[in-house]
């Protein structure tokens, strides 16, 4: 039986070389499912990651991968069970004994979307069937707070506390612990060196973590997976490349900048005359550590960096929780062609586990194909899957659901096993620098 929610509108997966993409995976989903299942035997996935796509119609490629998602409430609840089941699978591999699971939010008391997701995300491992409950790093947090969300339910935060070598709150000690709490501000001192479950490790907070890293897992995957069923894997790869250290304020290391800029636009308009594309190349300068939209610009010309006026140079030095932004990284610009009711639109991929638990449509009526979406004005659309956007239909039509999602899910879950290999990278550095 379909679902009452309607699929929007998608332009590109009606038309044109994506179509032949999205034929071409159905065509080896096999072959694919076994590699990916090969894989993530190899290198266990995250407990959790989102995955923001842009959709060219000649090109599908991820362009951020999220390891502290915060937008489970967008979610369709249809796909609710999906999750709850993929949950159950998560936390048994990670730390099989656990009745509990400890969250730790951001600090974000006032911010009720982030609150309706960290809601959702609970209400989710309760289904599973765990306890849950969530401890607080926010200073302000001293006592049991309930807070009224706009949904009518209402989240407790607890200020976390420490015993020994184990974080909790209240007698609520478990040995699963779910950060959803990107760490922009830090590693805090309260979990180091706890000898419980951190879902994900310190290593992998924004306050060590690097794009480029992660962009540098994510063309291997790519490319391996590529060699498996013989596309090009530019179909599937934005071209990324850090430029060190630049000072906006004080132009230094602006010329560096440029120079980047001008090679990965170079090799991008090379790409484009091989296979035909009538677009005008442009690339994304962003900050090489961060989330939340900061720090991030769309230029099609070096000149363009070394034009900037101080309000520009201004919004690239700021990042959450106030940091300074220093190390960038220029990435390859994939325009986004898909529309919801006429306005701009780029899909956003949820997994838990290796597991696709469904998605939604970031939209943005003030924005371009060349424009970062995830800004002020934004609104979201859950997509609707008639399965996980896992197993595909062979029988029926690639635009066809669950079909036409089915290449999102492959994309996603290649950063998805990308982040994979940067975990396993991060613990096998920690445990090197023990050892000196």
Not at 97 to 116: F, K, W
Not at 299 to 310: E, F, G, S, T, W
């Amino acid at each position: 039986m379909p679902h009452a929610y309607q699929v929007p509108h998608l332009k590109t997966a009606l038309k044109g070389p994506l179509l032949e993409l999205e034929s071409h995976l159905l065509d080896h989903s096999v072959a694919i499912e076994a590699w990916f299942r090969q894989q993530f035997r190899d290198t266990p996935a995250p407990f959790y990651a989102s995955v923001d796509l842009r959709n060219a119609g000649y090109k599908l490629a991820p362009v951020d991968t999220n390891l502290f998602p915060a937008g489970f409430n967008n979610l369709h609840p249809d796909l609710r069970p999906l999750a709850v089941q993929a949950t159950q699978n998560a936390i048994t591999q990670a730390c099989p004994v656990t009745d509990g699971v400890l969250i730790i939010p951001e600090n974000h008391t006032r911010n009720m979307y982030y609150l309706e997701n960290l809601c959702t995300l609970k209400e989710i491992i309760e289904n599973a069937g765990y306890e849950v409950h969530i401890g607080s790093l926010n200073p302000e947090v001293v006592e049991s707070t309930d807070i009224s969300l706009p949904s009518g339910k209402t989240l407790r935060l607890k200020p976390l506390k420490r015993q020994g070598e184990r974080v909790g709150v209240d007698d609520f000690f478990p040995c699963a612990v779910l950060l959803n709490n990107d760490l922009s501000g830090g590693r805090p001192a309260i979990l180091e060196n706890i000898e419980q479950t951190l879902l994900p490790p310190l290593e992998l907070g924004w306050a060590t973590r690097y794009k480029t890293h992660h962009f540098m897992h994510y063309a291997d995957v790519a490319k391996s997976l590529a060699e498996l069923v013989d596309i090009d894997p530019w179909l599937i790869t934005p071209e990324s490349v850090q430029c060190g250290e630049v000072d906006f304020k004080n132009h230094t290391g602006l010329d560096r900048l440029a120079e980047t800029v001008n090679q990965v636009l170079a090799k991008t308009e090379a790409y484009y005359h091989t296979h035909d594309i009538d677009c005008k190349p442009f690339v994304i300068i962003k900050s090489d550590s961060g989330t939340y939209g900061m720090a991030i610009m769309s230029v099609y010309n070096a000149q363009d960096v070394l034009n900037l006026n101080r309000k520009q140079r201004n919004k690239m030095t700021s990042a959450k929780e106030g940091l300074s932004v220093n190390t960038m990284l220029v990435q390859e610009g994939v325009y986004t062609f898909e529309t919801v009711d006429e306005a701009v639109a780029e899909p956003v991929v949820y997994m838990i586990h290796n597991h696709v638990v469904g998605g939604f449509y970031r939209i943005h009526t003030g924005k371009t194909a060349t424009d970062n979406l995830n800004s002020p004005g934004m609104h979201f659309e859950p997509m609707s899957f008639q399965q996980s956007g896992v197993i595909p239909d062979q029988t029926q039509e690639p635009d066809a659901e669950p079909n036409r999602f089915y290449a999102y899910g492959v994309v996603a879950r290649l950063a998805l096993l990308a982040a994979a290999r940067e975990i396993q990278s991060a613990k096998k550095s920690s445990l090197e620098s023990i050892k000196d």
